[in-house]
């Protein structure tokens, strides 16, 4: 028999990064599950699993700042980037009606997509730390006004009812998720690379500093910029390039930008997810 | 006797949000709390308040989502930026000593900048949607295991006990605060500007864009990427800089932005907040 992948997650199984580990490893992965995402990172630099899978974005919600604060500190490597379609579900109790519904519990990150639906639902709305946990919740204390926003998955594991499915305002709802490992991945030609960089605060710096991709036409497919936590108003930017560190180009890029920066972490090199 | 000046803001009697109020227009203004940040926008909108005022960034843990979110649809214009010191402070009853404390309740960016003492103290963390409504919360079940991080004012208010006081991980600990009006402030000679644009997704957009800024030597204090909501991966950038979009320099590089951008929106141009 094949050893199983071990892969670290934050949540209660039927969590959203539950359902990004089977979509990357297989049907053989053995998703752990931990409290805190400091947690998997954790389990991950003590070897207590092979991987672990954070989310790192959301297409409507933006960034998940606490992984970018722990990956900025942390020495493993992106090896990999998974990107799932989300799909949430408002579950409930078998038997209660929609109407009934004056709670909603989830993740404010999940909440905050289904802005429009809940408002119209007319709910009162608590933000929790996961969206599986819940529907752990309603189910455990057996509340009959109440629901959860989580996956169609969470609903199964607990026996619990979807009361309304797909109520995310806008379809084009995907969370992105990063592998983590010891070491990043090999070039296959389709490469992003992800790395984080500081700056002197002057006229033209950013500028400056993008000047190196730009001469060599390479691409960005994300930058955002993250308070630094030791003085107020500096900031770190987290930047997404198309290629491989080890592309002549990229590594010509990254030992210029080495040049013009405060310093620069690459996060590593990994394989662009299908879209 | 003058007209008090009513100023909308989000939360509870005893906010940062209020404290900021008090802090921008004296003793004399009229705080008036709304729920949601999207009400605090209505009700400036619809002239029910003469100002309000909204949390746009933390130095410790970055952007409010929803505010961003908000400025993109609002036709209200940004006519000043406050920064107030965040001192944060763990409140239980009046008897409750610190080592009962299980449950801790705040909003997730206070519970963000509270991180480590949290982890020291091994209690559980519940994110709610103001830290001033934490200590109400509280105060009105009468939990005597549980704790809410606020203003010490908060804990005036409601006659609650400051069991401890500064608990935040960095002193240098600032919330940036927008004033909304319907018409933004004349220039001073010490001005900001903030802006939302769109680029097309190309190799080098984001450096040409910059471009305007760079030649002409203004600085940005701070850019920062949302996602648009509309296309997976597709961003808004949030930019800003220093001077007035009166200023012939700021003006001729926002008429260039203009050319080279899908959409350039000037939220305002405001004086800088002393630091």
Redesign the interface.
């Known amino acids: 028999m094949p050893k199983r992948i071990r892969v670290a997650f934050q949540g209660e199984p039927g969590a959203y990064s539950e359902q990004a580990v089977y979509q990357h490893f297989g049907p053989t992965a053995e998703p752990a599950p931990y409290p805190t995402l400091g947690d998997v990172f954790q389990a991950v630099e003590e070897g207590r699993v092979d991987y672990g899978v954070v989310p790192v974005?959301?297409?409507?919600?933006?960034g998940v700042?606490?992984t970018y604060d722990l990956l900025l500190q942390s020495s493993l490597k992106v090896r990999a980037e998974i990107e799932l379609r989300i799909i949430h579900c408002l579950i409930g109790h078998p038997g209660t009606r929609l109407e009934e519904v004056e709670v909603v519990y989830s993740h404010?990150q999940a909440l905050?997509q289904c802005r429009g639906f809940l408002r119209r639902l007319g709910v009162r709305?608590?933000?929790?730390?996961d969206t599986a946990g819940g529907v752990k919740m309603v189910w455990e204390r057996g509340l009959k006004n109440a629901a959860a926003i989580a996956s169609k998955r969470a609903a199964e594991i607990y026996g619990m009812m979807v009361l309304a499915e797909g109520i995310e305002?806008?379809k084009?709802?995907?969370t992105?998720f990063f592998v983590l490992g010891t070491a990043d991945a090999q070039p296959t030609g389709r490469d992003k690379t992800s790395l984080i960089f500081a700056l002197k605060?002057?006229?033209?710096a950013?500028?400056?500093a993008?000047?190196v991709?730009?001469t060599r036409?390479?691409?960005?497919?994300?930058?955002?910029?993250?308070?630094t936590?030791?003085?107020?108003?500096e900031?770190n930017f987290y930047l997404d390039l198309e290629g491989h560190r080890l592309d002549p180009l990229v590594d010509e890029a990254l030992k210029e930008l080495n040049e013009k920066a405060i310093f620069v972490k690459i996060l590593g090199s990994y394989p662009r997810a299908n879209q």
């Not at 605060?201 to 033209?204: A, N, T």
């Open positions: 974005e959301n297409s409507l919600e933006g700042n606490e404010p905050g709305q608590v933000p929790i730390y305002d806008h084009e709802n995907y992105r605060d002057r006229p033209g950013l500028y400056h993008l000047e991709f730009a036409q390479i691409n960005l497919t994300k930058i955002q910029s993250r308070p936590r030791r003085k107020a108003w900031y």
